[in-house]
Every structure is written in C-alpha cells, then in structure tokens.
C-alpha cells in the first residue's frame, strides 16, 4: 500500500506538496509514525538535493517499509510503501505522478519558496494514488505483468547505511575546523610571547618614568 507521498525541489531540497495517509485511525501513535517517517522523506531529500544521493531512482529500506523515489528535470518524486508492495508497481505511480506534474508552470514551480505550499498538486497526488491502493485490479495487473522478465534497475540500500554516512561525513568535517584553530593557536602564542615582556617592560619604564618626575617636582618645591 501507498503510504505517503512527498515532492521535492532537488537544487534546494525544498518539498514542496505531499500527501500523506497512513492508518484509517487518527490515534497519536499513528501521527507520530507519519510525523517520523515524513521527516525521513525530508532527509532523503535533503540527501539527493546535496548530491550523497543518486540522481535518478532508488529505494530505500526502513522497518517493514520501503522508499522509492524518482528524479525527473530536478524534481524528486518519492513515496513511502509497505516492503510487501510491488516495486514495480510503485515506480508506475511515481511515473505518472511526475507525468502530471509536467502540466503545470516550470517558471511558478521554481517561484515557489514555502515548503508544501504548491496544494494544488496534493490533490492530483491523492486522486493518483487511488488507482494503486489495490494491487489486484486489471491496470495494476496489467502494469505489473508488462515486460515481466525485465528488472528494474533500481539501486537499493538501507537507510541505518544512509544516516550513518552522513553522520561519517559531518564527523570528517569537523576534525577539519579543528586543525584549522589549531594551527592559528601557537601563532598567536609565539607572538604573545615576544611582545609581552617587551610590553611589561615599557610600561615599568613609563611608571619609573612618571614617578621620578614627581620626585623630582617635589624636591624642588621643597627647596624653595
């Protein structure tokens, strides 16, 4: 089953429409999985839109769950499937999502720059994902039947993989922003270093200085 649907703007990982439906029942265990899965949708997107992703179709394992997404002329169309739901079938949905979506202003969808403000395609998502809720109707038969022998070449991997390559990745950047201060460090303590005493040294004599003028103010007032 078609789980949850999201659409996404590859240069900037800005998602912009969603659909998103998961059980019958609103109970706060079932909002909690949406609001977490959808995240993951995000990520994903935040991941293909900074090129750790591929830039054309994959799936993603997560729980008993699979994401697959699609990449057309920088748009990501991804959607969230029971593990039990065809691939096949799911990569037809995201097809003709990204079919439908070819109808509406390249221009106004480049425009847009408030996450899940293009609504209008919410409802062309929610109107295609009824055709492919049942696995077991003609069109659905039809679709998975056609060229049955070929594979999709999809590449598929887990996400526990995926999040602990960028959680690698941030740990490799940051070593880097360490040496960085490191380095600037005993450059600045050589040079205190050297200036300090001269400059302790200044000022003593400018004390010394100021204190024999005074002295010596003082003796010749008293000798008057």
Request: with cysteine.
């Amino acid at each position: 089953m078609v789980k949850l649907t999201l659409v996404g703007r590859v240069k900037d990982g800005l998602p912009l429409a969603q659909e998103a439906r998961y059980l019958t029942n609103e109970t706060t265990t079932s909002h909690n999985l949406s609001s977490n899965y959808k995240q993951q949708a995000e990520f994903l997107v935040h991941e293909i839109s900074r090129g750790a992703l591929p830039l054309s179709s994959m799936t993603v394992r997560v729980d008993h769950h699979s994401f697959n997404y699609l990449v057309v002329n920088g748009i990501c169309f991804i959607t969230l499937c029971d593990s039990s739901y065809p691939r096949k079938l799911a990569f037809h949905y995201l097809h003709d999502l990204q079919k439908e979506f070819e109808k509406f202003d390249n221009a106004l969808i480049h425009k847009i720059i408030k996450p899940y403000s293009f609504i209008k395609f919410g409802s062309v998502i929610a109107n295609i994902r009824k055709q492919y809720i049942d696995t077991r109707t003609q069109a659905n038969l039809s679709k998975l039947n056609a060229n049955r022998r070929r594979e999709l070449d999809v590449v598929t991997e887990n996400m526990s993989d995926i999040i602990e390559r960028k959680r690698n990745s941030e740990i490799l950047q940051t070593p880097a922003a360490n040496n960085t201060s490191r380095t600037s460090s005993p450059r600045l303590e050589a040079i205190a270093l050297i200036w300090t005493p001269i400059a302790i040294i200044i000022v003593v004599a400018l004390i010394l200085l100021w204190a024999s003028i005074i002295f010596t103010d003082d003796y010749l007032i008293s000798t008057l």
